[in-house]
Structures are given as structure tokens and as C-alpha cells.
């Protein structure tokens, strides 16, 4: 045995694997499996064993952790699982170890391999999936070329845009998205001259899918490298990332790093892009790669001094010293996020608490997140460049911040779904109208057509819910006004008297903008049948004419008008209006109004030829995930989405079925989206 193997026997390590493999009948098995080998050698760390695979960070000796890593390959007879085995610099310190599950074994049975909270990123037809389509993997070696080249191609594709016969050879601008969370990012990135590098600002993993969404539009038309740790995040957020579009499904518009920074780091060190340290997951903290250790070792330093201030890019929460590692493990008083704090803070900060293992008599310590959304400021996260910051917009704050807001209200016309009415629709979205009770103001229309009420016996949550819906409809009188069906205005307080009770009745009749043939003239009441038709809207193709009639008349007279909201029936009316709006006034300032919510929506019936073409209109398409949405599923909703031009459209998904979400997130994207459009509405003019 050589001298180095002998050292590697005795020394202790890490080992950082993930492996997709369908588990959801032998979750348990497997998770004993785990308790068993591990605890023979003596291993200690984290295990995950999901429906779709496993994922560990393990620690011990180095030796035990290739015999670990023999018997996986071997259980799972394969050679693919990429091992990520490193000699450890030893833990920072006890805190970290418990905190990073060091300190013992943890084999848990969990949902995902990585949380990103996509069911239909793990279900292919009812079964479980381990593998959905990804983004191309780069080696280390190919990303950095990536990186490298990328510079030059910018620049030539900035010099060849205004060119009327530009050159097809000039690849796509180059940005890169680094999948990791802010408490990881601060304290280290890629930085390659001329590459936008992107932090979403995120708290976890499972808020990127709505990153993506919002950023979308940004997105399109661009090469998207993307990193993360180990690499294991980047084939979640690669494969999410594919589903947005056909701009995203090139074989190169969307590239991942194989292995993370991880690898990178091994094969570069700090003498590639990427600066500072890797925050990682087990008891080290952070790591700077072995090509890194081995060259402070030589100068006689340890491998977690923090004396290189050439690689340092946090700084301290409190004195905002230049600091880059979390050996005081201070966290957000806020929020509970890491934060970093220079040991100079940390002594000033008093002894730690043993019970609680967290720092007493602590100053307040705000994470940049916590820090923006107290400021009200919009939520901007800059990654420096060698060309200097490079500023961009994330969706973590939840207030509305003061640049989101108008100067004046916007005028958005709101279009109800099939068998509801203005009022009934109005009193549905109450609790979001108060969000954004700054941000717009919101008008509901009656549909012209009254469609049949169908009658029986309800189940006792169908009770409740209309029970629910009724209380709502009686309170709710905050809307400025609503508008009949004859296209007048009328005061949201009128209350039925014996004189017009009928004429009351009347109004609360439930109404349609389109309906089957079968219902164009049918009478007001129908028995309830048990096979309700869930699919209906395919075969409502009658009365169009008559609801476009008053919808010109409304966007012609009682405007302006700025967007239109439509929701399940009425989202399809409104991509509808879209289409016709982009066909028949094709300049801005022509146009009645300039963007388009479409909430639980579906592709029209009725669409023309002329209406088939790229919508090139502002629109935000909101609708459940798979399976969430009972009545109008998540295939149809995407197939609305997708008519509409790619850097123009932004996606909100949301897991409260055939509703329209009202939580302060979803508000606070529904108001960026709005700033968002009247911002391009303004350049555009």
C-alpha cells in the first residue's frame, strides 16, 4: 500500500451521491437497506429515499465510504451513479455537525429526491417517473469553455443585431442560472466576463419553479447554462425548465452542469469562474475544491482558514467585513436563514446557548431578503461581473413594494366563468382584489347568455362551498361597479324589493358566453344527471356573437380599459378578444387594452385561422398543477399559454385547484406582472 493510500485509510471523508430509480412500492426496504450498511460502517450523515430515487451526504472513514459506494453500485447494478468522494478538512464545528445531521444517521423516507414540489415532474401516466427529460449535461471541461466563448459570442452578437442580414452563425446569448439558495450564492459564484449570471434570491428549492415562471419571457431566446452543488437540483430545475416551451428544447438552449460546482471546483479550483467558496451540506460548511486545499497545504495553511481575501465574496450582516465562511452559524432574526457573521461580531454577540445551540444576546441580523422587504423597495439580487453589477427582478418579496405600484389604477375588465355571474364572480375574488386594492381597479361584466341551473341532490361539501358562495355574493359591496348584460353600469348595492323580485331573480340567474347548441334556448332549470359532462366546454360553440357584441361595446365606451382578467370560460374569452385585438389593430396605440390574465383557462373552440397565429400580447396564465385542477386540466391550460408569444408570456402555477389563488405571493406576482406590462407598454411607446 502506498504512502498516500495508507493516509486515505486513516483519514475521514465525504461522500455526496444522488441516483434516480423508481422506489414507491419498496420505500421501506430500501430505507432499512440504508440503516443497515451505514450503521455496519459506521457512517454518519443523511440519507433520502424517495418515490423517485435516493439522495446521500455521508461522512466517515474514507475507506467505509468507498465500501458504501461499492455496495450502492452493486445494489442497483450500475456504473452511473457519480460518487462524489473527497478526504474531509474536518467538521467547523459542533454546531455545524448537528445542524448538517454529522453527528449521527439519518435515513428518512421523503417524497422527492430534491423538493421542488412538481408532482408531474415525478408521475408519467399515474406511475412514478425517476427520469423525466433533462437538459444536456456539459462536463466541467466543456462549462468552462462554455463560460469562455461566451464573451466573444455576445459580443458578436451584439455587433450583428441591428444588421438587417445578420449572421445565422452567431449563437444565442449566454446567461447563466445558478439554482442554488441565497445563503449559498452569497458566499460564492461563477464570474465570467460577458455571462449574466442570474441568483433567483431564494430561500429553497421548491420557490425556483416560480422563478422560472415569472422569468420565462427573459429567458427565451437565450442559451441557459445552469449549476448547483452536486448536481442534483440542476435535474429538476433543467427538467422544469424544459416544459416551459419549444424555446427551451434545442439541444442547446438549456445546458447543465454535470456533477456541480463540485466537480468543477476539483478540476479548476479558484483558478477557473468560480469565485469564493461552495456552501455544502455536510459538516465542512464550505468547500473550495482540492485542487484549492492542496495549495494551501502547501503554503502551510489549514483548509478552512479564511485568510485568502482574494476568494472571499460575502460580507459580515453587522460590520459587512468581507467574510465568506458560517462558522458562527448566526441566523436571520426574521426569517431564520443563515446569515454571515465575522468572528469579530461573533465575539461581541455573547456565548451560545447549549439548550437552544444558538447565539444569545445577538444584535438583529437581517438576510438581504428580510432586508428588501422591509425597505419596500423591489426585490433586486445583483451578482457582481467583471463588467460590473448586473441587476435583475425575483419574486421573493411578498409585499407589494411602492415601484410596483401605479401612479394611478389600472382598469381591468373581469370575465366570469361559466355558470357564475359578475356578482358571484366578484365575491370570488374579494380576498385577492384586497391585495391589490392599490394596484388596480377591478370591473365584472354579466355574461349575456343564461344557461340552464341544474338541480339535486348536493353532497355535503357541494352544500357548504355554494352555502359559502352565497355568504360571499350577499356581503361583498366593494367593487366600484359592475355591468349588466345590456352593457350598462350599475351599483354593486342594489338589493332586491317585492316590486322587482322577479326581475332580482332574474339577474341571479347563472350565465355562459358560449353555450352548447343543445342549451341555446333551453329552459332555466334541468334535472342534475349522474354523468355530468366534465369535459362540456369542448362542445360550447353557440352564442359568440352576442357576447363579442357587448364586449366591443364595453371596451368601446366605458373605457380605458388596461388589461382584461378571464377566469376557466371567460380566460378563454378574453385570449380570445387577445387574438382579434393583435389581428385588427396591430399597433400598440390602436390597441383597447394592452395585457391579459387568463386564469384556469383553455383554448377557444372557436378560433379563426387568422386567430391561430402567435398572440403578441402581455399575458399571465395562472392555473393548478397537474391534478389540482378537477374541471379544466392542466394540458388545456398550458395549451393557452402556449399560443401566446414566448417573450411575452409569464406562467403562475399554483396547487388550490379550479380557483384563482389569493395569497400574498400570488398577488405580489400577479402586481409584478402588471408593472412588468406597463413597462413594456411604455417602451413600446
Not at 445542524?99 to 444517521?105: D, V
Not at 483548509?303 to 482574494?310: A, H, K, L, T, Y
Not at 364595453?554 to 378574453?574: E, K, R, Y
Amino acid at each position: 500500500m502506498s504512502i498516500e493510500q495508507e493516509n486515505n485509510a486513516a483519514a475521514e471523508g465525504v461522500l455526496l451521491y444522488y441516483y434516480f430509480i423508481p422506489l414507491s412500492t419498496r420505500q421501506l426496504e430500501e430505507q432499512q437497506w440504508y440503516m443497515d450498511s451505514c450503521s455496519d460502517l459506521k457512517l454518519v450523515g443523511r440519507c433520502r429515499v424517495a418515490r423517485d430515487g435516493v439522495n446521500c451526504t455521508l461522512g466517515g472513514n474514507y475507506q467505509n465510504l468507498q465500501k458504501h459506494a461499492s455496495q450502492v453500485a452493486e445494489r442497483y447494478n450500475t456504473d452511473s451513479i457519480d460518487f462524489k468522494l473527497t478526504i474531509s478538512a474536518g467538521r467547523k464545528n459542533e454546531q455545524s455537525a448537528a445542524e448538517s445531521k454529522f453527528n449521527q444517521l439519518t435515513v428518512d423516507i421523503v417524497k422527492e429526491v430534491v423538493t421542488i414540489g412538481l408532482d408531474d415532474l415525478l408521475e408519467a401516466d399515474g406511475d412514478v417517473t425517476a427520469a423525466p427529460i433533462t437538459a444536456r449535461h456539459a462536463s466541467p471541461l466543456e462549462f468552462h469553455h462554455l463560460l469562455q466563448n461566451a464573451a466573444n459570442e455576445n459580443a458578436a452578437r451584439t455587433e450583428t443585431s441591428g444588421a438587417e442580414n445578420s449572421d445565422d452563425t452567431v449563437k444565442k446569448e449566454t446567461v447563466l442560472v445558478d439554482c442554488r439558495n441565497v445563503y449559498e450564492t452569497r458566499i460564492g459564484h461563477f464570474e465570467a466576463e460577458g455571462v449574466i449570471t442570474l441568483d433567483p434570491g431564494t430561500r429553497a428549492f421548491s420557490d425556483l419553479p416560480a422563478w422560472f415562471e415569472s422569468n420565462a419571457r427573459k429567458l427565451a431566446g437565450k442559451r441557459v447554462l445552469m449549476c448547483c452543488t452536486g448536481g442534483v437540483r440542476c435535474e429538476r430545475a433543467s427538467a422544469y425548465l424544459l416544459t416551459l416551451g419549444s424555446c427551451f428544447q434545442g439541444n442547446d438552449d438549456v445546458v447543465q452542469l454535470q456533477g456541480g460546482i463540485e466537480r468543477y471546483l476539483e478540476q479548476f479550483g479558484q483558478e477557473g469562474f468560480f469565485k469564493g467558496k461552495n456552501f455544502v451540506f455536510d459538516e465542512r460548511g464550505e468547500s473550495e475544491g482540492i485542487l484549492r486545499l492542496l495549495k494551501e497545504e502547501e503554503k502551510g495553511l489549514k483548509p478552512s482558514d479564511n485568510s485568502c481575501s482574494g476568494t472571499i465574496r460575502g460580507a459580515c450582516c453587522v460590520c459587512t467585513t468581507p467574510w465568506g465562511e458560517y462558522g458562527a452559524r448566526a441566523r436571520c432574526s426574521a426569517c431564520r436563514m443563515l446569515v454571515l457573521l465575522c468572528d469579530t461580531c461573533h465575539s461581541k454577540t455573547g456565548n451560545e446557548d447549549d439548550k437552544a445551540g444558538e447565539i444569545t444576546n445577538q444584535p438583529m441580523m437581517l438576510c438581504e431578503l428580510c432586508q428588501q422587504q422591509r425597505s419596500s423597495t423591489c426585490d433586486i439580487t445583483t451578482i457582481s461581473t467583471q463588467q460590473g453589477p448586473v441587476p435583475y427582478y425575483t419574486n421573493t418579496n411578498l409585499n407589494l413594494p411602492t415601484s410596483l405600484l401605479p401612479s394611478t389604477r389600472i382598469r381591468i375588465l373581469c370575465l366570469h366563468g361559466f355558470r357564475q355571474t359578475a356578482r358571484n364572480f366578484q365575491g370570488r375574488t374579494s380576498a385577492l382584489r384586497r391585495r391589490l386594492k392599490h394596484v388596480a381597479e377591478f370591473v365584472f361584466i354579466d355574461a349575456p347568455h343564461t344557461v340552464p341551473d341544474i338541480y339535486g341532490s348536493m353532497n355535503r361539501s357541494q352544500q357548504r362551498q355554494e352555502k359559502k358562495t352565497r355568504e360571499i355574493e350577499n356581503e361583498e359591496s366593494s367593487a366600484p361597479f359592475f355591468i349588466e348584460s345590456n352593457g350598462t353600469s350599475t351599483s354593486p348595492s342594489i338589493r332586491p324589493t317585492t316590486s322587482n323580485q322577479d326581475q332580482w331573480e332574474q339577474k341571479r340567474l347563472r350565465r355562459g358566453w358560449l353555450v352548447s347548441p343543445e342549451q341555446y334556448n333551453t329552459p332555466h332549470f334541468l334535472p342534475r344527471g349522474d354523468d355530468l359532462d366534465h369535459e362540456q366546454y369542448h362542445h360550447q360553440t353557440a352564442g359568440l356573437k352576442e357576447s363579442l357584441d357587448i364586449l366591443d361595446n364595453v371596451l368601446d365606451t366605458q373605457g380605458p380599459w388596461d388589461g382584461i382578467l378571464g377566469f376557466s370560460q371567460g380566460a378563454s374569452i378574453a385570449a380570445l378578444l387577445a387574438a382579434r385585438e393583435c389581428h385588427e389593430r396591430p399597433t400598440k396605440e390602436e390597441r383597447r387594452f394592452k395585457f391579459v390574465i387568463c386564469c384556469s383557462g383553455y383554448p377557444s373552440p372557436l378560433r379563426n385561422k387568422e386567430q391561430e397565429k402567435t398572440v403578441l400580447m402581455p399575458s399571465l396564465h395562472v392555473y393548478g398543477a397537474t391534478k389540482q385542477d378537477k374541471q379544466i386540466s392542466e394540458p388545456e391550460s398550458k395549451s393557452l399559454w402556449e399560443q401566446f408569444d414566448a417573450a411575452k408570456r409569464v406562467l403562475l402555477r399554483h396547487n388550490a385547484g379550479h380557483v384563482i389563488p389569493s395569497t400574498r405571493l400570488a398577488a405580489a406576482r400577479i402586481a409584478d406582472f402588471i408593472a412588468w406590462a406597463r413597462e413594456e407598454e411604455s417602451k413600446e411607446h
